[in-house]
């Protein structure tokens, strides 16, 4: 028993790897591979003019709910759609994986709450950072809630189905007690 949870960790693990990776290039990187110079050079330029991350961030949405807001009103826009749901889903595993990864699935509602809020927020820094996309508090507003969605989704598989182990034995030994009595 103790190796099928080893290597259920272990798959779960490399699971979380590959997600990651897969998120950090959708995210980041707009689906294509920077290459290290392309960064660094970004990196260097930015940190030595302090102006250009202002200016980064100035381009960005800094206000609450604003982009949330103008993405509802124009649903019908694949862009803006995409950009309110993908947000939400991107991170529905992150916070699915957090309970999974943490022992005894003990991770806390305000970890995952944390945890998602951090990583979401080094995400949206280092777009800046790197000059590779524009800061939107909304973006950390909309993933929290994904990665939040994720912790309930397992919560919910977790209650689910101890109420069906449970029924289960309950059944099997309701079973046991009438053939039992039948003889």
């Known amino acids: 028993m103790k190796i099928i949870k080893l290597m259920n960790k272990i798959f779960v693990s490399a699971l979380f790897v590959f997600y990651m990776y897969a998120l950090i ?65 991107a991170f529905i595993p992150f916070g699915m994986f957090l309970v999974l990864l943490s022992k005894n699935r003990g991770m806390s509602f305000i970890s995952v709450l944390v945890s998602s809020l951090s990583f979401s927020l080094c995400i949206e820094s280092l777009q800046v950072v790197f000059s590779l996309g524009i800061f ?21 598989c977790d209650k689910v189905y101890t109420k069906l182990i449970i029924n ?10 009438v053939d039992k009595q039948e003889f």
């Open 25 to 89: 290039k959708v995210i980041l990187f707009k689906f294509r591979w920077r290459d290290l110079s392309f960064l660094l050079y970004q990196l260097r330029n930015n940190l030595g003019n302090p102006a250009n991350l202002i200016n980064e961030l100035k381009m960005g949405n800094l206000v609450p709910f604003k982009t949330i807001f103008i993405n509802i009103q124009s649903l019908s826009s694949w862009p803006d759609f995409s950009n309110l749901v993908g947000n939400i889903v």
């Open 168 to 177: 289960t034995s309950s059944s099997v030994q309701d079973r046991e007690i």
């Open 136 to 156: 939107d508090v909304d973006d950390l507003i909309l993933n929290t809630s994904g990665g939040l969605l994720g912790y309930c989704v397992i919560k919910l």
